[in-house]
C-alpha cells in the first residue's frame, strides 16, 4: 500500500470517506462543489497542512481505502516542539478489519515523527467507542478532554 499526498483527483473519493463513513459510497456519485474546491485549494497550499490517502495494493492502485488531515502546529508547549493533529481519519466500511486503519495511523504518526514532532493528538466524537479502542491500541492516551464551539 501506498501513503500519498492527496491530488485534486482523489478529492471525490476522500469526500465519500468523509461524508459517508458508515456506508460505501461510490466517488463518482460525489458532487464536489466551489466549497470542497476551495478547501482543497487551501489545504494544498499550505505547508503546515497535509492530506493524506491510502492508497491500494496491487491491482487496486488508485483505490483510496483510507485518508486523514494532518496539520503541523508549532507551539511554545514542549520546547517549542511541533505537534501534529489528526483529523477526519477514515477507512472504507467494506474494508474495514483489514489492519488499513493501522498502517494508515502508523504511517501518518512516523511521517510527524520524521518532521520532528514530539506529539500525535486526535480527537474522537465520543459516539465511536470502537474507534475509542482502536486508538488506544496504538498507544493513544485519553489525556484530555475536548471542547468545540459551532460558530
Known sequence: MILRTATRADLPAVLALVLHEHETVDP?????????????????????????????REGEEGLVLGCLQVTY??????????????EAV?????????GLGR????RAVDRARSRGCTL????????????????????????????????
Open 90 to 98: 477514515r477507512v472504507r466500511a467494506d474494508r474495514r478489519g483489514e
Open 73 to 86: 502546529i508549532p507551539g511554545l508547549g514542549r520546547h517549542g516542539q511541533e505537534r501534529a493533529l489528526l
Open 28 to 56: 463518482a456519485t460525489i458532487v464536489v462543489d466551489d466549497a470542497y474546491e476551495r478547501a482543497f485549494r487551501d489545504l494544498d497550499a499550505d505547508p503546515r497542512n497535509e492530506l493524506l490517502v491510502l492508497e491500494g
Open 103 to 106: 498502517e494508515l495511523l502508523t
Open 120 to 151: 500525535v493528538q486526535l480527537t474522537s466524537n465520543k459516539s465511536r467507542t470502537r474507534a475509542h479502542g482502536f486508538y488506544a491500541s496504538l498507544g493513544f492516551v485519553r489525556s484530555h478532554d475536548g471542547f468545540k464551539l459551532a460558530l
